[in-house]
């Protein structure tokens, strides 16, 4: 015996923050930046064995003007690092980035001038997935971690956020 009792059927309450976040969490829609070994294990979690389908993540995005959320898996040459910042920059707000692989996250082994230390140098990332190549169980729990994020964040907070992103 509640106040849900005295509401009738079809009516739910809820914040629009609450609202929002819960779309945003299930319709993340990615676009893969895969460059080496890791773009491999990205890919193959995005099979049917996986099935990312049940997070909302159907297929990766072709165009950066679609996709919210940027999965950079592999070493980043200093050539490649201007198309990738432009691919971020071109993505529509709110925008999320996953940085997958000891390449993509510190430059591991080729630490050297042409490849770059650390993708978090360009892009502001979100989430770090280890490994060398991280398996696709990895990069699902990364996935993961990033959808609890998105559930807790703040619309208000974003606007701001985004601003400070953008012109880093």
């Given at each position: 015996?509640?106040?849900?009792?005295?509401?009738?059927?079809?009516?739910?309450?809820?914040?629009?923050?609450?609202?929002?976040?819960?779309?945003?969490?299930?319709?993340?829609?990615?676009?893969?930046?895969?460059?080496?070994?890791?773009?491999?294990?990205?890919?193959s979690?995005?099979?049917?064995?996986?099935?990312?389908?049940?997070?909302?993540?159907?297929?990766?995005?072709?165009?950066?003007?679609?996709?919210?959320?940027?999965?950079?898996?592999?070493?980043?040459?200093?050539?490649?690092?201007?198309?990738?910042?432009?691919?971020?920059?071109?993505?529509?707000?709110?925008?999320?980035?996953?940085?997958?692989?000891?390449?993509?996250?510190c430059?591991?082994?080729?630490?050297?001038?042409?490849?770059?230390?650390?993708?978090?140098?360009?892009?502001?990332?979100?989430?770090y997935?280890?490994?060398?190549?991280?398996?696709?169980?990895?990069?699902?729990?990364?996935?993961?971690?990033?959808?609890?994020k998105?559930?807790k964040?703040?619309?208000?907070?974003?606007?701001?956020q985004?601003?400070?992103?953008?012109?880093?």
């Open positions: 015996m509640g106040l849900e009792e005295k509401i009738p059927d079809g009516i739910v309450l809820t914040t629009l923050e609450k609202m929002v976040n819960w779309a945003r969490k299930r319709s993340m829609w990615p676009l893969g930046f895969g460059l080496a070994c890791c773009a491999i294990e990205m890919m979690t995005f099979a049917s064995h996986f099935d990312l389908a049940r997070f909302g993540m159907e297929v990766m995005r072709p165009s950066p003007r679609q996709a919210d959320l940027m999965i950079v898996a592999g070493r980043v040459s200093m050539k490649m690092a201007p198309v990738l910042r432009t691919l971020y920059e071109q993505m529509p707000n709110p925008k999320w980035v996953i940085s997958m692989g000891a390449c993509a996250s430059g591991r082994v080729f630490n050297n001038y042409a490849i770059l230390q650390g993708v978090d140098r360009i892009v502001p990332v979100d989430i997935v280890p490994g060398c190549p991280p398996r696709p169980e990895q990069l699902m729990d990364g996935i993961l971690k990033l959808l609890e998105v559930e964040e703040s619309l208000k907070g974003n606007y701001e985004w601003g400070r992103r953008i012109n880093k």
